[in-house]
């Protein structure tokens, strides 16, 4: 069975050069709705949070609010000389507050790009969900932003083959709290997860 292979960086600060001395990323293709547009995703309230807003700070935009998860694509040409099929889900940090969404990850996604993989910038559901925690996991960040991490991971490697991708060449790295939740994702079986609030496809091996 297929396993994640995890990078988790609770301090980001040094990634500045790497992202500084990236090649110019490729543009990205739309962004992929997790669970369907117009779907409220699995264990939410509609309407509990305000509109998905996004921040310009120094280091760039920072996303808060968001209720409806999706991944960002940032594919690398096959005709890049480090080219193997291997992708990375990047999870930019925020504290489980917001996302900081350049500097933890579309600069992320631009070094990555320049080393011949192919990036998937996470855009997981912010902030705390209060509801949905389970009884000796710790509710810092509550289950939504790993059920948001694992459909991920599952819609990316049932929509490998179609992009050139090796499926059992899938990584995560994470920033600060996208660092917790690649560490999450990594150890923390579906298994624990209410049935109806994970798909089938969304299933991977800790």
């Given at each position: 069975?297929?396993?994640?292979?995890?990078v988790?960086?609770v301090?980001?600060?040094?990634?500045?050069?790497?992202?500084?001395?990236?090649?110019?990323?490729?543009?990205?293709t739309a962004e992929?709705s997790?669970?369907?547009?117009?779907i409220?995703?699995?264990?939410?309230r509609?309407?509990?949070?305000?509109?998905?807003?996004?921040?310009?700070?120094?280091?760039?935009r920072?996303?808060?609010?968001v209720?409806?998860?999706?991944?960002?694509?940032f594919?690398?040409?096959?005709?890049?000389?480090?080219f193997?099929?291997?992708?990375?889900?990047?999870?930019?940090g925020?504290?489980?507050?917001?996302?900081?969404?350049?500097?933890?990850g579309?600069?992320?996604?631009?070094?990555?790009n320049?080393?011949?993989?192919?990036a998937?910038?996470?855009?997981?559901?912010?902030?705390?969900?209060?509801?949905?925690?389970?009884?000796?996991?710790?509710c810092r960040?509550?289950?939504?932003?790993?059920?948001?991490?694992?459909r991920?991971?599952g819609?990316?490697?049932?929509?490998?083959?179609?992009?050139?991708l090796n499926?059992?060449?899938?990584g995560?790295?994470?920033?600060?709290?996208?660092?917790?939740?690649?560490?999450?994702?990594s150890?923390?079986?579906?298994?624990?997860?209410?049935?109806?609030?994970i798909s089938?496809a969304?299933?991977?091996?800790?």
């Open positions: 069975m297929a396993r994640l292979a995890v988790s960086v301090v980001s600060g040094l990634l500045g050069t790497c992202a500084a001395s990236a090649a110019t990323m490729p543009p990205s992929w997790l669970f369907g547009e117009n409220t995703a699995p264990g939410d509609t309407g509990f949070y305000t509109a998905e807003t996004v921040q310009h700070w120094p280091a760039g920072v996303i808060r609010n209720s409806h998860p999706s991944l960002q694509p594919l690398v040409d096959s005709s890049h000389p480090r193997d099929g291997t992708a990375v889900i990047v999870a930019p925020g504290a489980y507050k917001w996302l900081t969404w350049d500097a933890e579309v600069d992320i996604a631009t070094w990555l320049s080393l011949g993989i192919s998937f910038v996470l855009k997981y559901r912010v902030p705390f969900r209060p509801w949905l925690c389970r009884p000796g996991f710790g960040s509550g289950d939504a932003p790993l059920i948001d991490a694992q991920a991971v819609l990316l490697r049932s929509r490998s083959r179609a992009l050139g499926a059992s060449r899938i995560f790295i994470g920033f600060s709290a996208g660092g917790h939740l690649t560490a999450h994702i150890t923390v079986s579906t298994r624990g997860l209410t049935a109806q609030m089938p969304a299933q991977t091996s800790p």
